[in-house]
Structure formats: structure tokens, C-alpha cells
């Protein structure tokens, strides 16, 4: 019999009603319904107007006040006809969540009466407080005043929750001194920076129109489901996002079931619910299946644009999380909320293009005579190479340490996996003797009842943590919690980057009479034999390949935060963000001061709350197990039985261990934040976390031992099986 909260959690689940399955209208009719579209825009504003919007978005530029106002009233007057009284400046602060204010469209007249308003102005700035967000130093209290300003590119939407319906409109966020306090602003200087380098080369390989050039990004986001009658008796899970403790059930993900199974109905009830408005906002969720760990699922959408690819991920996990309350249960998006069994990332699909050249990232049938393709390629080969520390950095956070490098996510030392095909191009080019493309074979299945079909010309290699898959390139490496736009920054600007150099080779040697051609190959040539090391094929989880990266290759092995975020600093990196016009050595610095310090506070929390569980739920359960046993003994022996007293002796042993490792949890956890930011990671990096693994294996050990009826926390099994 389980423990009584434990068995009042069953119970509750199992008396649980479902819900019914949301009744969807046709998509045409949902489509973006609670999104300001363009063509929302067009109806309502004036031709004028209109199209000054519309040449801001497609060319960038200033937009007038009496446009702004036009459009801040159209704006209101849809939102109001649809229920809001409130609109927010939606921004995404460096904490990789949401922040919102809401201010209500009301303006009190002098007659006592009030109106809606909502002016040009109000829509294209608020001011929130800078100090009171992770900001690096940038901001304090008595210095204290930032300003959101509207993201004319991403559009506006209702936000309906069960308290009412607000429209949100996506901001940047920045410092009363100018420096970027959030996620959105870099990601749209690195676009423009890409943008550039990307024109200048197509123009140098004679394309004469040239529209922007845009990247593109498709995540597809990982999460676990547990019941919340379960979570709520789960201090961990409720405050660190992820179990302390655990022993492992008997089943877990060993029989490779899960993956693609039948989807549980009360959870494909769940994602429905959870498409159906996400439609509605305009984002195109188009897979969903069960992930490898029980428990786990993923959904994924169309590729965007990737500034609003972002903003459309953040609304994905909002409304996963806010939804899963409704259905009773508790969505996690820790990268590793269980030990033992998978955890989860959010894949990053990339890829970079215009509507005039199309995807250049596309090798088309022939990759070995696309010169456009190659070079475009090249560029990320050599900045993957040159910056893989830094796109390590970009994805190092507490709870992705406990992902990477697991035999179930790329290792921590970023290379890249072209395929087959590729890398042969790519090598012939380094030889000097282009030969062609091989090309796929046709697969047949034996069974004349089913087709034929081509094979893709290379294979998938899911070690990677950066892998071309077709006609874009996967970043397997960025956590599930995380927001896509770190990363996104980061290979936006190394793309740019190796862009620019690029270029400058290619006028070098054009400026010297060589054929474009032949100062493509040459520079195809140069990359491969200059940053060639980050290519590789086989087997990332390998402890050869570990061994030949670092020994031979000269790749770095950054395995934890505390080891990949000091990158942040690196001399070569500020220099390529301040070259790009991306990031100012002052937002870079605040950058690592913030994410060192959000590391070092989960650690912490963490330890606290292992402490909270050991003292008040499983040191009591051990105790009063410990005095069952020893009673029981006593009247064995009374009778004239010889009990075996090993199982006593043992869980004693356990006790008095787990005892030793708190009192020197509770000693080093004072010890944490004497002396820098820097000094306080490494000490939750290489102190803490070793200690608190030593206390989980204590822990795990007499959950083993100890009575199912005493044992106060919901069980592995209980959690991934029971639903």
C-alpha cells in the first residue's frame, strides 16, 4: 500500500474525468484569427498608411507618427471588438521566459465618462523598470529606467486566457543607455548582419537582384506530461523543474516502445486543446508523436522566419504549460527532469534565404557544380569551426549539462555532419579533382505491392550536435527550456562572419584575374583546408571520437557551464560580436555575468531543496522504517528466532550516510557565494553538484529498503507510468 498522500494522488487520478476533445472548426476558420495580420492591417488602415508599414517590415526604416497612430488604432479597435480592455509590450528578458506588462486601452474623460484610447505613441514605447530584470550591472536601482519599443516585424495578438483576453504586441528591450537588456534586439542585429554579408556575396557571384535575406528556424520542443496530483507532492519538480531523487523503475525506456507509439488519449485530448490555439495565433504546429521516454512527447512546427520562429516558440510554451494545468498535469521542459531515461532538447532547425535565390542552404541535385551552395556551406563549416566553443556557450545552462554528452544528445564538443554525399564534394574540392555527386539509390522492398522509391544521397547521424539534414542545418544541442534565440544569434553571426571573409577572399583573387570559378574552388580549397577539422561523420558518443577531437582535431570538450561560458569573455568572441555589430562588449559582458549567475542560483535551489525533502519527509520515513525493523527483530528474537539482521544493519548504514552527506551539503551551500560571480559557478559546478549526486545515490539506495507506505514522494513508476 502506498504511502497516504501517494495513495490519495491515485485515487484522485483514477476517479478523474476526462475531458472531451476540443471540437475544432475548420482550420481555414481558426487560421491566425487572434493574430493582427498584414491583411487584417491592410483593411483597416489607410493605402498610405499601409503601405508605409509595409515597406518598413520588407525594407527597415523609420515609421511616422501619424502611420503609428493610424495603425495604433486599428490595432485597438480589432482588439476591443474581440473582448481586450488591456494590450501588453510582450518582451523576452535574459531569463529565457516571457515578461509582460498590462496597461488597459481606458482613458477617463472630464465628464466623468471614460473611453478606449490607444495611441502611436503607447504603442511604440513602454517603459518597464531595466533594474528589476537580470541585466549584468547595466542597470540598478537608482538608475533604474528601460524602454520596450515595438518589433514591427512580428505581429501583434490576443492572448485569451480564462481571465480575460489581452493584446500582446512582441518589443525589444533596452537600457535607458542604449544597450540591449533582452533576447530579440541581437537577434535582429545578427539577422542584419547576415543580411549583408549574404547580399554582398550573391552579388559577387553575379546575382543582380537580390531580395533580403532572411534566416529561418523550426524547433521542435521536447517536454515530459506528469499527472499534477503527482507534482504537487514533488517539491523538486515544483522548484527545481527536475527530480533530486529517484530510484529508477524496474521499465523505463529500455524496450524502445514509446517512441512513435500510440499517443495516450487523455494526452492527445491535451494536444489538441493545445494546437487548436495555436492556430488561432498563427503558428504552424505540424508534428506531434511520443518521444523515446516514457512520458515524453514533442511537438513541431513549420519553419519560419526566425524572429517570429521566436517569438511563436516562447508562445508554444506558454501555452503547453498554461494548458496542461487545465488537463491536470504538469507539462516539464527541464532538459533532464528524470535520471536514467532521456531527457529533452529543442532541435533547431536552420537555414538562410530570400525570395529571389530561394534556400541557400539547398544543394539541389548537383551540390558539386553549385557554387552558390558550396560557398554558403563553406561559410558555416568555417564558423562552426572557428566559434564551436562559442555555439557551446550559447546552449550552456544548468539543466542542459545534465543532457549533453549522455547517449542520448550530441557530446559537448560541436562538430558537424555534412552526409555522405557532401563530404566527398567538399573533399574533392580540397584535392583538387571535382568529379561529381553520387546520388541516392533506388530502394526496393521485395514486395511488388509497395514502392519504389529514391534514397537520399547521405544518412542521418543524430551524434551530431550540428548536422545538415537536406537543405538546412539541425542545432541538436539547445536545451528544451531554453528561448531559440541565443542560439539563433550566435549562428547568424558566425554565418555573417565567415560570409565576410568569404567575400574578401574571392575580391582578392578576382582583383588578381582569376575566373570566379576558379576563385570559388580556390576558396572551397582554403576553408576545407583550414577548418576541415570540424567535419566528422561517425560516432559522436564515442570514446575514440572524444579522444580524436580533442588530440588530434584540436576541438575543445567544454563539459559543463561553468567550463563553456567564460567563452562569453574570449577576446576572438568579442571581437566577432562588435565586428558584426551584434552585441557590444558591454551587453557581452552582461550576458555572462547574468547566465553565470542563473546557473549558480539553480544549483542552489536546488540544494536547498534537497535539503527541505531529506530533513522533513525522508529522513522521518528512514527513521520510523529503522524503528519498525528493530522492533520487529526485538520480538523475533523474544520468541527464540534468529532474524536476519543484514537489511536492518544496511538501511542504518544508508542513515547515517545520507546524514553525513547533508551536514556537508549544508557547509559547502554557505560556502557558494564567497567571491565572484565566476568563483560562486565553479564552486555550485564542482562542489555542489558532485555533493548532491552523492546525496541522490544515498537517497535512491533507501527508497529501495524503505516500506512503499512510508515513502512520502510519488515514485519514478508512478510518475512515467500512471495517467
Not at 505 to 526: M, R, Y
Request: proline share 5%.
Amino acid at each position: 500500500m502506498p504511502h497516504p498522500s501517494r495513495l490519495a494522488a491515485l485515487q484522485a487520478i483514477q476517479q478523474r474525468k476526462p475531458m472531451a476533445c476540443v471540437t475544432t472548426p475548420s482550420l481555414e476558420e481558426i487560421w491566425a484569427s487572434d493574430v493582427f495580420t498584414l491583411a487584417r492591417m491592410k483593411n483597416a488602415l489607410p493605402k498610405e498608411a499601409f503601405k508605409g508599414v509595409r515597406r518598413v517590415i520588407r525594407d527597415g526604416g523609420k515609421l511616422n507618427l501619424e502611420v503609428a497612430d493610424a495603425v495604433a488604432q486599428a490595432m485597438r479597435d480589432w482588439a476591443v471588438n474581440n473582448g481586450a480592455h488591456y494590450y501588453a509590450h510582450v518582451f523576452y528578458p535574459l531569463t529565457n521566459s516571457t515578461a509582460e506588462k498590462h496597461d488597459g486601452f481606458i482613458s477617463p474623460q472630464k465628464d466623468g465618462q471614460a473611453i478606449h484610447e490607444f495611441t502611436g505613441k503607447l504603442l511604440i514605447q513602454g517603459e518597464p523598470d531595466g533594474s528589476s530584470f537580470p541585466n549584468g550591472g547595466i542597470r540598478s536601482t537608482f538608475e533604474a529606467r528601460g524602454y520596450t519599443a515595438w518589433d514591427i516585424t512580428s505581429p501583434a495578438y490576443l492572448m485569451r486566457t480564462p481571465n480575460g483576453i489581452t493584446l500582446c504586441i512582441p518589443t525589444v528591450f533596452v537600457s535607458w543607455t542604449g544597450e540591449a537588456l533582452d533576447k530579440k534586439t541581437p537577434l535582429l542585429r545578427s539577422n542584419a548582419a547576415m543580411d549583408r554579408q549574404a547580399q554582398r556575396l550573391l552579388r559577387l557571384l553575379g546575382n543582380k537582384d537580390v531580395a533580403a535575406v532572411n534566416s529561418s528556424c523550426g524547433a521542435e520542443q521536447e517536454y515530459f506530461l506528469i499527472d499534477s496530483q503527482f507534482a504537487t507532492l514533488r517539491p523538486d519538480l515544483l522548484l527545481a523543474g527536475r527530480t533530486l531523487f529517484g530510484a529508477p523503475s524496474p521499465k523505463g525506456q529500455q524496450f524502445d516502445d514509446h517512441y512513435f507509439g500510440a499517443i495516450p488519449e487523455r494526452v492527445q485530448v491535451y494536444m489538441q486543446d493545445v494546437e487548436h490555439q495555436l492556430y488561432r495565433l498563427g503558428i504552424p504546429a505540424k508534428t506531434r508523436h511520443n518521444e523515446v521516454a516514457p512520458g515524453q512527447f514533442e511537438i513541431a512546427p513549420v519553419h519560419e522566419a526566425a524572429n517570429v520562429a521566436t517569438d511563436h516558440q516562447q508562445m508554444i510554451m506558454t501555452v503547453l504549460r498554461s494548458t496542461a494545468k487545465r488537463h491536470g498535469f504538469m507539462c516539464l521542459m527541464h532538459e533532464k527532469p528524470f535520471a536514467g531515461i532521456n531527457g529533452s532538447g529543442k532541435h533547431v532547425n536552420w537555414s538562410v534565404g530570400n525570395s529571389t535565390q530561394g534556400n541557400l542552404l539547398d544543394p539541389g541535385s548537383t551540390p558539386h557544380d553549385n557554387l552558390q551552395f558550396l560557398l554558403f556551406c563553406a561559410a558555416v563549416i568555417r564558423g562552426v569551426h572557428c566559434y564551436g566553443p562559442l555555439l557551446r556557450a550559447v546552449v550552456a545552462t544548468a539543466g542542459n549539462d545534465h543532457r549533453l554528452g549522455a547517449n542520448e544528445a550530441p557530446p559537448a564538443i560541436i562538430s558537424m555532419y555534412l552526409g555522405k554525399q557532401l563530404e566527398e564534394v567538399f573533399q574533392q574540392f580540397q584535392r583538387g579533382e571535382v568529379t561529381g555527386s553520387s546520388t541516392g539509390d533506388l530502394m526496393r522492398l521485395g514486395v511488388d505491392s509497395l514502392p519504389e522509391f529514391k534514397k537520399d544521397a547521405g544518412d542521418r547521424n543524430r551524434t551530431s550536435p550540428f548536422a545538415f539534414t537536406g537543405n538546412r542545418f539541425e542545432f541538436r544541442a539547445v536545451g528544451s527550456g531554453q528561448s531559440v534565440a541565443g542560439p539563433l544569434v550566435a549562428m547568424n553571426t558566425v554565418l555573417a562572419d565567415s560570409l565576410e571573409w568569404i567575400s574578401d577572399q574571392i575580391e582578392t583573387h578576382l582583383a588578381s584575374g582569376q575566373s570566379l570559378e576558379q576563385c570559388a574552388a580556390d576558396v572551397l580549397k582554403q576553408v576545407m583546408d583550414q577548418h576541415g577539422a570540424a567535419v566528422f561523420g561517425g560516432d559522436g558518443y564515442s570514446d575514440a571520437w572524444h579522444q580524436e577531437a580533442t588530440e588530434q582535431r584540436g576541438l575543445e570538450n567544454l563539459r559543463n557551464t561553468a567550463n563553456a561560458l567564460p567563452v562569453l569573455r574570449r577576446g576572438d568572441v568579442k571581437e566577432l560580436f562588435q565586428r558584426q555589430a551584434v552585441i557590444s562588449p558591454v551587453e557581452l559582458e552582461s550576458r555572462y555575468e547574468v547566465y553565470s549567475e542563473q546557473y549558480t542560483l539553480a544549483v542552489e535551489v536546488e540544494a536547498k531543496v534537497a535539503l527541505n525533502i531529506v530533513r522533513t519527509q525522508i529522513s522521518p520515513a528512514v527513521q520510523k522504517h529503522l524503528g519498525s525493523l528493530a522492533r520487529s527483530i526485538s520480538q523475533q528474537q523474544a520468541v527464540g528466532l534468529n532474524p536476519d539482521q543484514r537489511t536492518l544493519q544496511y538501511a542504518a548504514e544508508l542513515q547515517q550516510r545520507m546524514q553525513d552527506q547533508i551536514n556537508a551539503l549544508d557547509d559547502e551551500l554557505h560556502q557558494l557565494h564567497h567571491g565572484d560571480t565566476t568563483a560562486s559557478m565553479n564552486h555550485a559546478a564542482n562542489v555542489l553538484l558532485p555533493r548532491l549526486l552523492q546525496l541522490r545515490d544515498v537517497v535512491d539506495g533507501l527508497e529501495g529498503l524503505v516500506d512503499d507506505d512510508r515513502w512520502p514522494l510519488p515514485s519514478y513508476r508512478e510518475m512515467l507510468f500512471v495517467s
